[in-house]
């Protein structure tokens, strides 16, 4: 019998932090680097390339490595990714590892660090959701929607038809995962009250 | 620099140094400059950080959280002015830099705030809180370092010379600055014009960011 209650504690960005996050962090934190700057662009992704290796090693496989193509290809990607956000690309990233700006090298293993840590969630709330909910159950869907009014309906739009849950049934993962997100950012705002 | 520092010799003769043909505002500018400053200064930190030890991502109690963030503080303390022999940590006096500026990002009880994040592993858990007292740490020591620079350099000008370099200031500077502070002889901006150079080093940071990738 799915319940919404126990799939909202097992997205609550606490139990989220406790069972993903924490330990990306410490992965993170457990790195030395030895100098916060590059010489070359080959040093520059074997940089990358280890840190990638090792974050992966310690939280994601537990051991297991990927080849150092692999490692530095991914570490480039989200590290590119977050520069193109940012109106720079992957030429940008090396000159501040060379240069030690922008927060270097150092800076960008955070980036690969935060990057991989959001898969991680992604994964964790897509398989939260498939544990409660089996994608092709549609009576399942309809229960959950069901329970999650009834929970948390009172905080809802009036837009939202409580007496029909079906209308929202396809659409239950965007809608709980709004709700979620919406709490996650008023919960910082009560930490900094 | 040296080209646009090129001035006719009778403006020159103001207010230019003692040795070379570099103007007071050149030197100080040339002092101030971001890859000296701010740059240099952030690299320092992030070396400090990249050396600080943590055992875990989270903490379990207050003291605990207490604890590090004073070993950090005088950690990058001692790395970023190079102390030797290296100072140890002064729980009340550290504790109560670590607050302020912590209180700077999160809010009036900013250190309740970072406890419960580092306690929590939310918002990025303990190490965001670290980053957080390094980002600051990083600002204090470069608002310092170029404070003391200006306060040199200005207390060294009679107040003719304070009138001449700001005029110089704005002939090379000026389209840096938003057209309509310049309007009626850039009034506002020669009043405050200290703050102008404080400011000076994150404008140019911010326009040698353009284009990196080229």
């Known amino acids: ?193 | 620099m040296s080209q646009l520092c090129s001035r006719p010799q009778a403006f020159l003769d103001v207010y230019r140094g003692e040795t070379t043909m570099k103007t007071k505002l050149c030197k100080l500018i040339d002092s101030i400059n971001p890859a000296h400053s701010l740059d240099r200064i952030s690299n320092l930190v992030d070396n400090a950080v990249n050396s600080f030890r943590v055992r875990r991502g989270a903490v379990q109690s207050r003291e605990e959280f207490e604890t590090i963030l004073i070993n950090f503080f005088c950690h990058i303390e001692n790395v970023v002015l190079k102390i030797n022999p290296q100072r140890l940590p002064h729980p009340d006096i550290d504790w109560g830099r670590c607050t302020n500026m912590l209180r700077k990002e999160y809010g009036p009880n900013g250190d309740i705030t970072a406890f419960e994040i580092a306690k929590s592993g939310t918002e990025g858990g303990l190490y965001s809180v670290l980053k957080v007292i390094a980002r600051h740490m990083a600002a204090e020591y470069a608002s310092n370092y170029i404070g003391s620079y200006i306060s040199d350099f200005w207390g060294s000008l009679s107040a003719d010379e304070k009138l001449a370099v700001s005029k110089e200031y704005l002939d090379k500077y000026g389209h840096l600055i938003p057209s309509e502070l310049m309007e009626g002889g850039a009034v506002r901006v020669r009043a405050f014009f200290w703050k102008v150079l404080e400011e000076h080093p994150k404008i140019v940071q911010k326009l040698r960011n353009v284009n990196r990738g080229a």
Request: overall charge neutral.
């Open chain 1, 1 to 193: 019998m799915a319940s919404a209650k126990i799939l909202m504690s097992e997205l609550d960005e606490r139990t989220i932090a406790r069972m993903v996050a924490i330990p990306h962090d410490e992965a993170r934190i457990s790195y030395y680097l030895r100098k916060n700057r590059v010489t070359d662009f080959n040093e520059y992704t074997r940089v990358l390339g280890d840190y990638c290796n090792h974050h992966f090693s310690r939280c994601i496989s537990h051991g297991g490595r990927l080849s150092d193509a692999q490692a530095t290809s991914w570490a480039k990607e989200f590290v590119e990714k977050e520069y193109r956000r940012r109106g720079g690309d992957i030429v940008t990233a090396y000159n501040d590892a060379h240069d030690g700006t922008n927060g270097g090298i150092r800076a960008q293993l955070d980036i690969i660090a935060e990057g991989l840590k959001a898969e991680a969630i992604e994964r964790y709330i897509r398989d939260t959701f498939d544990h409660h909910v089996a994608p092709n159950s549609w009576n399942t869907k309809v229960e959950i929607i069901r329970q999650f009014i009834d929970y948390c309906g009172v905080h809802l739009s009036n837009s939202i038809r409580r007496d029909q849950p079906e209308r929202y049934a396809q659409n239950y993962q965007e809608l709980i995962r709004s709700y979620v997100t919406a709490l996650q950012q008023t919960s910082s705002i009560f930490r900094r009250l």
